[in-house]
């Protein structure tokens, strides 16, 4: 045997031989947790519920830094960047599929470039309007849309979020075209909508429910394809419309870099869905206007790719130019 083959040989054979030793002994040291995103929003409260649903299980501290910019991208692309060694990980939201549809390059692939651990929560949209809107129905939306082409405003919180992809989304499902207003994050858009400056957006539950009680908005119907708990009266948009495999939710989940040792996934996996279940954490994580929800690590890569690939055809349909 050559010299050459012999070496690559033996090398395999000693990483086969200490890869199950070390994830067992894993951690040994504090984990960090990376989020691309401020302090105080809902990506980092899902990563501090993370952290501390984990921290037990595992026998060791889990920080959370915050690195914010560029969407959530710097972020991301640190870790996807890190050792794998499950000491640097990334808890991302929902847009994160939405990255390789909306942008021309990255330092990253969206699926490719992490192992995906778990799922953490998932948080519902919902349709709303201002309480004087002359819409009583996502119908009404729609049928005027359709009447009017490009003539029903609708707002996000920015080119290129769930926010906008979702209406999108929404338009090539029935037909309908809108005419999109962006703002600069969820509360402008808001304020906004509160101004009637545009007829109707997208929201997640925390920023509409004390507007909602005081008869200021209402919410014509939710964009997952169940009934949230804290609204159980507003039917889903596929129930409104009698459509079909139209979803959209934003999610919060967990990964590292691409080639974390097998035994580290499940051992991360592992400890975060058992912390989850504790109601103390799951109390915390309810404040972002959330279910919990973990996942397999298959489960969590096959809803980014899924996602990935329906916003890539909401992109391409739409006629979005890329950033």
Known sequence: MPHFTRAVLSLALLTLSIAPGAAQDYPTRPVRIVVGF???GGVDTSARGAGQAMAQGLGQSVIIENKPGAAGT???????RSAPD??????????HSIFGAIFKSLPFDTVKSFDWISGIVTVPFFVVVPANSEFKSVSDIVAKAKAAPGTVTFGSAGQGTTHHLGIELLGNR???KFLHVPYRGDAPLITALLAGEVQFGLATPTLILENIKAGRLRALATTANERAAMLSDVPTVEQALQIQNYDVRTWFGMAGPAGLPAGVVTRLNGELGKGLASPEVRARLAGIGGEVAA??????????ARELQTWTET???AGIEKQ
């Open 38 to 40: 401020p302090a105080g």
């Open 174 to 176: 029935t037909g309908s």
């Open 86 to 95: 499950g000491y640097t990980l990334l808890v991302t939201p929902g847009g």
């Open 295 to 304: 996942t397999t690590p298959a489960q969590m890569r096959d809803r980014v």
């Open 74 to 80: 710097i972020g991301a692309a640190e870790v996807a």
């Open 315 to 317: 992109v391409n349909q």
